[in-house]
Each structure stands twice: as C-alpha cells, then as structure tokens.
C-alpha cells in the first residue's frame, strides 16, 4: 500500500504543482538557481487534490497534536488549507502575516488568540524554515504556545531542519523531497540519471548551479 508522502507526490507531480528541470533550472526570488518549482496553491484548483491534503493534515494535527485548540495557517499560501483543515477539526482558526498591516490595527495575526492556546501551524511549504519560524515566534508574542507545525510539503533543506530543532519546534510534513524523487522516478517523470542532480541540489541550494552537479 502507498504511504500518504507516496500518494502526494504523485498528485503533486500529476497537476504540475511540483515541477522538475534539473537540465533547464528555475531562478527563484532569492535568486538561486533550483531544478524545482513548487506551488502548492495549485491544489485548490482540483477538488480531490484539496481534499487529500486536507484530510492527511487533519490526520497529522490529530495524531501528534492531539492537544492543538487552534490552527493558524501561514500567509499567503497555507491561509486556505489552514482554514479547511481548522473547518475539519472543528478548531478555531487565524492566519499569520509576513508583515504587519500597514492600516488599521496593523495587525500581525489574523482572528483571535486567548493567550495560553495550544496552536498547530499549517505551512504550504518549507524550504529554509525562515518564514515558517517567523510565524511560531509571532504566535508565541502574544502568549499562546505552539505546540508543532505540518506542512503541504519539505524539501528537507539541513538548514531548516537545524532551524526548527533550534527553535524547539515540531515539524511534521506530508510530503517531503525524498519521496517526491523516488516517485517521480518510478512514474517516469525524471530518468534516473537526473537524480543526482536533483540531490545535490538540496545539499546546497544557494550555491547550485546545474554544472556543479556535474563537478
């Protein structure tokens, strides 16, 4: 039977939610070159795709955060599937800015959170955990306590991965790099010559470039 990281990966993969092209790579907005794209907003165009995602997180929430009184989900990209996953627990719900509001209330989180409330994190994605961690610290600001995060999606960077253990947070993803890779070989998606490429890109994404896999 296929584990629910082997189930995503080939939805993710089946609506281009997650792209490959370790011989013609993506820049990113940080500027590295990534054999990689990800956007897991797409998901919420495919009615069967959302609701998978929603119920393995729920899933996730309920088996190693038994103890969660709220979700928040991380602006922009998880606000949605935040709020589908809080509407499948029955749980309160608010959403975490990267800024503040710049009118108003010049609001940081979204909704209301009593101080001393249990929070899980929903994220879309992790990648350097640096957006993610910021969201857990302005939870955390206003007094209530997060008790873990899970995530659409990892690419299971080591920088994150010391990040989160450094601020004592719990990640459990659904889905994650490795298994997205086996996949998208089984599937034919990739030849398996590319996925050296593909892994040494993730021991150093800010210095890849697409000769380098080839030093």
């Known amino acids: 039977m296929k584990q629910p990281d082997q189930l995503l990966a080939e939805k993710l993969l089946q609506i281009s939610a997650i792209k490959l092209q370790p011989n013609n790579p993506f820049?990113?907005?940080s500027g590295w070159n990534s054999p990689i794209y990800t956007d897991n907003r797409t998901t919420?165009?495919?009615p069967d795709v959302r609701n998978f995602i929603k119920v393995e997180l729920s899933r996730i929430v309920l088996e190693n955060?038994?103890?969660a009184e709220a979700i928040a989900g991380v602006?922009?990209?998880a606000i949605a599937m935040g709020a589908l996953v809080a509407d499948t627990l029955g749980l309160p719900y608010v959403y975490v800015r990267s800024t503040p509001k710049d009118h108003g209330l010049e609001n940081l989180i979204e909704g209301n959170l009593k101080p001393g409330t249990k929070v899980v994190v929903?994220?879309?994605?992790?990648s350097t955990g640096g957006s993610s961690l910021k969201a857990v610290e302005a939870i955390r600001n206003v007094g209530c306590e997060v008790v873990g995060m899970?995530?659409?999606?990892t690419y299971e960077f080591?920088?994150?991965v010391k990040?989160?253990?450094d601020a004592n947070v719990t990640l459990v993803p659904l889905g994650n790099y490795t298994s997205m890779l086996e996949v998208a070989v089984k599937t034919d998606y990739i030849r398996p010559n590319e996925v050296e490429t593909l892994k040494e890109w993730r021991k150093n994404p800010a210095g890849w470039t697409p000769d380098s896999s080839k030093d």
């Open 44 to 46: 919420l165009s495919y």
């Open 65 to 67: 955060f038994p103890d």
């Open 75 to 77: 602006a922009t990209g």
């Open 158 to 160: 080591p920088v994150s």
């Open 122 to 126: 929903i994220e879309d994605l992790v």
């Open 150 to 153: 899970t995530c659409i999606f």
């Open 27 to 29: 820049i990113w907005a």
């Open 163 to 165: 990040r989160f253990s």
